[in-house]
């Protein structure tokens, strides 16, 4: 089981933001990735092994931890970072994701 | 470019059978590790189902036995057969190509919607 939190963060443009994801058992950081969704639009792959950049993901953000504890960083927020974001393990099926943190605009 | 594209969605009755289609264009699907993935309205991501490449089928414990993933090698489209539809099934359907370990290309989604 993952947990995410805060389950909604309001935050100001060029804020940084800090979202917490924590397994119920230690995953690999080989198997766990975040994922950025915005309204009516398809979730986009952000971080996979934990701490690596997907093509194409600008280098504010990043991705830290091991175990059962993992941190998704953004450090400057722009306009178009607010979303929901999921982290998943993807160990063994079922692949499991947390469930969301939310953030908002203040 | 990798694509994939869903369809097949709709308004189906509870206890109906659906199924959706996803194409792919850019990559080969028989050759490649593709899921499912939904997300209820107002809710998270929920995975549903996983095809590798050699043929091997997992299931989310919610569809299990009602739910059937599959390919056509010569259409080059993965499918979801949903049988039982329950009112819970209400979602938008994500085609998801799996690479390495995540999730790296997602269709933009059909929606199945589950109501009499």
């Known amino acids: 089981v993952l947990t995410q939190s805060p389950g909604t963060l309001s935050l100001s443009p060029g804020e940084r933001a800090t979202l917490s994801c924590r397994a119920s058992?230690?995953?690999?950081?080989?198997?766990l990735a975040w994922y950025q969704h915005k309204p009516g639009q398809a979730p986009r792959l952000l971080i996979y092994g934990a701490s690596s950049r997907a093509t194409g993901i600008p280098d504010r953000f990043s991705g830290s931890g091991s175990g059962t504890d993992f941190t998704l960083t953004i450090s400057r927020l722009e306009p178009e970072d607010f979303a929901v974001y999921y982290c998943?393990?993807?160990?063994?099926?079922?692949?499991?994701f947390g469930p969301g943190t939310r953030v908002d605009i203040k | 470019e990798v694509q994939l594209v869903e369809s097949g969605g709709g308004l189906i009755q509870p206890g109906g059978s659906l199924r959706v289609a996803c194409a792919a264009s850019g990559f080969t699907v028989s050759n490649s590790y593709m899921s499912w993935v939904r997300q209820a309205p107002g809710k998270g991501l929920e995975w549903v189902s996983i095809i590798y490449s050699g043929g091997s089928t997992y299931y989310a414990d919610s569809v299990k036995g009602r739910f059937t993933i599959s390919r056509d090698s010569s259409k080059n489209t993965l499918y979801l057969q949903m049988n039982s539809l329950r009112a819970q099934d209400t979602a938008v359907y994500y085609c998801?190509?799996?690479?390495?370990?995540?999730?790296?290309?997602w269709g933009q989604g059909t929606m199945v919607t589950v109501s009499s």
């Open positions: 058992q230690s995953v690999d950081s080989t198997y």
């Open positions: 998801v190509r799996d690479w390495g370990y995540h999730h790296d290309v």
């Open positions: 998943q393990q993807y160990g063994n099926p079922p692949f499991t």
